[in-house]
């Protein structure tokens, strides 16, 4: 089946920010591997620098793969559906959080659930 016009202009969207999330990840990895090796007599700001670098990597990562999961439904045609009750998710809310897989309602219980089993 041949993605619709809406379809089309969700896919182009989400792979320029997938685009714009693998050009920011290969500059952290090339930053992380510029980074000199560790040594005994360490600053504790290096220390710093390289994790808060490799943490960031790791968010951008995540993040990535959230955004590919958002373009398979997309082309399957379930994109800005909610994935718990089938809503529309609120064209705003994916405005910011293109790769959000939960309406507002659903993502809030979502939250409350997963706070009173920490």
């Known amino acids: 089946m041949e993605p619709n016009t809406q379809q089309r202009s969700d896919i182009e969207k989400l792979e320029r920010e997938r685009q714009i999330l693998l050009e920011d990840l290969n500059n952290l990895q090339v930053e992380l591997r510029n980074m000199a090796e560790p040594s005994a007599d360490e600053t504790d700001l290096d220390a710093y620098e390289r994790e808060k670098t490799w943490a960031l990597a790791q968010s951008l990562e995540e ?8 373009i398979q439904l997309a082309r399957s045609g379930t994109y800005g559906l909610c994935q718990n ?8 809310r994916l405005e910011i959080l293109p790769d959000a897989i939960y309406c507002l309602r659903c993502q809030r219980e979502f939250e409350r659930r ?3 089993w920490r």
């Open 63 to 70: 993040r990535l793969k959230s955004i590919e999961r958002a």
């Open 114 to 116: 997963n706070r009173r």
């Open 85 to 92: 009750c089938g809503e529309r998710i609120d064209p705003a």
